[in-house]
Nanobody, 126 residues
Framework: QVQLVESGGGLVQSGGSLRLSCAAS????????MGWFRQAPGKEREFVAT????????DYADSVKGRFTISRDNPLNTVYLQMNSLKPEDTALYYC???????????????????WGQGTQVTVSS
């Protein structure tokens, strides 16, 4: 079983930055593909970023490319999402997710992830 706990959300002005963290339990973290998703009120959960186990392969939603960076620290069992140049449309509940061990391909679909955190709220004011 993998448990994921997000932190780092908050209220920030447009153009500002935040760094989200996701702490994972379980010794299999280093073998897991990780992802960040977000869900705004009244909208479906959407893909933001994903990273493979070694950190050498990443992918981003077009809406965040060039502004967000996903990274991981395997000895600390933590994955990060650095968010710069934030916009009001980035306002959402941000979720950390993990693919099941053995699934090594980075993924962009909600259904491809087996474990989820509770989410951390990001609010960007204009």
């Amino acid at each position: 079983q993998v448990q994921l706990v997000e932190s780092g959300g908050g209220l920030v002005q447009s153009g500002g930055s935040l760094r989200l963290s996701c702490a994972a339990s379980g010794r299999v973290f280093t073998m897991s593909v990780m992802g960040w998703f977000r869900q705004a009120p009244g909208k479906e959960r959407e893909f933001v970023a994903t990273i493979n186990w070694s950190g050498t392969n990443t992918d981003y939603a077009d809406s965040v490319k060039g502004r967000f960076t996903i990274s991981r620290d395997n000895p600390l069992n933590t994955v990060y999402l650095q968010m710069n140049s934030l916009k009001p449309e980035d306002t959402a509940l941000y979720y950390c997710a993990s693919r099941r061990v053995g699934l090594t391909r980075i993924a962009t679909m909600v259904a491809e992830y087996g474990y989820w955190g509770q989410g951390t709220q990001v609010t960007v004011s204009s």
